[in-house]
């Protein structure tokens, strides 16, 4: 990729980026991956907060070694670069979570406030009806929603950790997982 992709769109919050990327994933390769993770194996172990220990959710970690490997690695630092080219950021966690129709997901940070953290988030799915909900929501201090990342195939959002967030399981009419694939960067000295 010699080009820097450019997001499809953007969003500020209260001052903190949100930048959504589509495209980026040959085809073939978000299929690859997806045949993947139907394959991997999944344990109730996630959660959103310490005062949501009792819900907990599926999920899997990938060791930030084995990235490398993985066809959605370069765009997804490009990515990264594209959204805040003034700083350079490494992998720290990677992993996926799997949620279906009712399950419970919470609101949550990434980071604490002043982390200078950045979550990648590809959403993994050969196709997605947009009745089938799954959005992920982000929100302002005052808990007012102020965006919403649709899951569509191969979508990559882009976004500083302290954003409070959530992803909102598929609707009833869902009957296929939705997957996201998280990369946790943090910010390195150049």
Known sequence: ??????????????????????????????????DALDRSGYTR??????????????????????????????????????????????????????????DMLFTHTDCLPDAHELTALWYVCERW???????????????DARAAVSPKPGRLAIFDGAILHAGRPPSRICHIPRYTLALKLERVAV
């Open 45 to 102: 172990t996630e959660i959103a907060r310490p005062d949501t220990a009792d819900y907990r959710h599926w999920a899997t970690e990938i060791a930030p070694a084995s990235l490398g490997a993985m066809p959605l690695f370069a765009p997804s630092m490009a990515a990264v670069a594209a959204h805040d080219p003034a700083h350079r950021y490494r992998v720290y966690r990677s992993y996926v979570n799997v949620s279906h129709y009712g």
């Open 1 to 34: 990729m010699s080009e820097a992709p450019r997001p499809s769109w953007t969003a500020e919050i209260e001052g903190r980026r949100l930048s959504v990327f589509d495209g980026l994933l040959p085809a073939p390769e978000l299929v690859r991956l997806c």
């Open 129 to 143: 009806d947009h009745e089938w909900g799954g959005e992920t929501m982000f929100y302002d201090s005052a808990n």
